[in-house]
Structure formats: C-alpha cells, structure tokens
C-alpha cells in the first residue's frame, strides 16, 4: 500500500472544475503509489481502492453527506492504512491531529461574495480549522494565496500556488466554420454572473445567439429562464445543461467568442480550454482571471451591462481583432499543461511523505 492517501470522493459523475482538476493530476501522482478514496475505479490505476459508498454527484444532501465521511471515516481509514499523508483535491480533510494532510483550496468566492449559503457557513466555520490543521496547502493563482492569507491569516511560506492545465490533445486549434452564438461554460451559480450577461445579449443584433452550457442551479436557473422569457429571447439563448467532455471542443471552437464575466474566480478552466482552441474571450476584471488570460483576452467591467454588450458588439464587427485575439491565445495557452501541474504538485508532497 502507497503512503500517500488520495481522497477522491469529490469527483462527480459529470466531471468540470475541481473533478477534473483531480483526475488530471492522476497520471502524474501514480509515481508516488497512492491509495485511492473514492466510491469509482479509475481506469489505469491498479492500486486498491477503498469506497466511501457515497454517491459522488451535485445537490448539497450529497455534499453533506461527503464532508460527514470525510470527517468520521477517513481518519480511520488512514490508520488502518498506515498512510503518512492525506491529499485532498478540495479543501475536505479531516480534523485530525493524528491525520496529516495537504490540500488544494481553488478560491474563497463563498468569503469573497457571502451568501445565506452551506458554502459560505463551511467556508467560514470548517475550512479554517482544515487549512490550520494541513501541513501545507496548495491553491490554483496568487490571487487566491492572497485570500488564503487575507481571511485565515495562513503564513505566505505554508502556501504554493500552482496553476493548473488543460488537455492539450483533446482542446486544439478549431480549424472548422464559426456559427452565429456567443458560448457561456460552467454552471448556473449566481456570481457567475450570467443576468447581465443575458440583459447584454440582449442589446445585440436578432441574428445571433446565446448559448449557456452547464448544470443548472436550483434556484438560480429557473429565475434566469424567467428572465429569459421576459425579455422575449426564448429563441435566442439555449440552456444546453451539461456537456459532455468529447463534445467541448467543437462546440468552443465554433463560438464567436466565450463570455466569461464571472465575479469571482480562483481560475477559470474555460478560459483556458478556449484560447486552446483559438475562440476569443471576453472575461471579467478581478480575481484570478488575469492571471489565467494575461494580455490575449477583452476585460470588461462585470458590474456593467453596456461593458459586456460593447465588447460582444466589437467582436462581431471587428475580424482583425478577432484574428488578435485568436494568435494571442495559442501563445497564452501554450505557458499551461496538466504535466507541469502534475509535477509541481508532486515536487511539494513529496517534501511531506
């Protein structure tokens, strides 16, 4: 058996964002012989495999479910294992002295835009005392590390900011036609912003669309439909729900542009996967976005409507800058790979195996 404990249970049957921050980094974590948590089989990885029985999938009876397994049954597990060090891809570790750990903080959104939400009170009262409790934690930009110091006044040098990476052989330059829609990735969270997204579509031209792919939110998604329909665009934007990985590249490369005005982010995969597949994008100021984007992609105020609208409208119209943006993509994307990823992430847990 590996020292090295992997807690996999936050990884969804529909994998984005966290999940499949996890499963790249598996390929690369296979040198340091880890067991795996998990309720799933990873192809490629024979070592054994312990199932937490719990349905890795969204909703927060799931998620509580999760966090309650983590906390009560992976401490046992790690003695009975004789493990040395717990990693978790998310920040669910155990609060247990006795179980040493490094774990992967994406963003403190929950903190940076508070709601009357689970995530803000687990953010606020349980991700403190795991962070303290952790040997080490990694995080995704520096904006990040900043908010790590900022709210839990962690200790620079108890920090690594690693970025992380795309699949370079699945997000490749799209050589095929361009369609008429502007494309929205991720789901339909509240500080993703995506009310004034639509209100600046809106201002466009009738001949073009709106896409939204991503897994709904309970409440937010039906008020955006209702928006939707209000404002009479119920032929023009298209909820698409969750899209399956084979199907992302071409539907990226077909977009005039992604349109991204989160209002906060600790990184911000699309981006990434899009200047991979040369489609320009239009992002938010703020947070880590410009860390991920540097100098090849529009910024825009995400509190402002017209800002979103102008920069839609200077897409359409302006191919030179499209073509700008598309060259300066390839080049921002290419300083990115889930290798380098995966190799800095093992460089720190080796240091505490």
């Avoid at 320009?280 to 947070?287: E, L, Q």
Wanted: hydrophobic fraction near 40%.
């Amino acid at each position: 058996m590996g020292n090295l404990l992997v807690n996999l249970a936050m990884v969804l049957r529909q994998p984005t964002g966290i999940s499949t921050y996890a499963l790249s980094l598996l390929p690369y974590l296979r040198s340091l012989q880890p067991t795996l948590l998990s309720d799933r089989l990873y192809e490629g990885f024979d070592h054994q495999l312990i199932s937490s029985r719990l349905c890795s999938d969204r909703g927060r009876r799931a998620r509580l479910a999760r966090l309650y397994w983590t906390q009560t049954q992976v401490p046992k597990l790690y003695r009975r294992l004789g493990s040395r060090l717990l990693f978790s891809p998310a920040p669910e570790a155990p609060i247990d002295r006795h179980c040493r750990s490094v774990v992967m903080v994406h963003d403190l959104r929950p903190l940076q835009l508070p709601s009357h939400s689970w995530q803000t009170y687990y953010f606020r009262w349980v991700v403190p005392k795991i962070v303290a409790q952790a040997s080490h934690v990694l995080c995704n930009s520096e904006a990040t590390a900043t908010d790590l110091c900022h709210f839990y006044q962690l200790p620079a040098q108890k920090i690594t900011p690693i970025y992380l990476g795309y699949d370079r052989q699945h997000y490749q330059p799209w050589s095929g036609k361009t369609s008429n829609y502007f494309l929205h990735i991720g789901q339909q969270f509240p500080h993703k912003n995506l009310e004034r997204l639509i209100r600046a579509f809106a201002q466009l031209p009738t001949d073009y669309q709106l896409y939204l792919a991503g897994s709904r939110h309970a409440s937010e998604t039906p008020r955006l439909e209702q928006l939707v329909h209000s404002l009479g665009l119920r032929d023009r934007v298209q909820f698409l729900r969750y899209v399956d990985y084979a199907d992302l590249p071409r539907l990226i490369g077909e977009a005039i542009a992604l349109v991204y005005p989160s209002l906060w982010e600790g990184f911000g995969l699309p981006i990434l996967e899009a200047m991979a597949c040369g489609t320009p994008v239009i992002t938010a100021h703020g947070s880590s976005l410009s860390e991920v984007g540097g100098e090849a992609v529009l910024y825009v105020d995400p509190y402002r409507i017209e800002a979103i609208a102008a920069a839609m409208r200077d897409l359409i119209d302006d191919s030179n800058l499209r073509q700008s943006l598309r060259d300066r993509g390839f080049q921002q994307a290419s300083r990115f790979s889930w290798e380098a990823t995966g190799k800095e992430t093992c460089q720190v847990l080796e240091k505490f195996l």
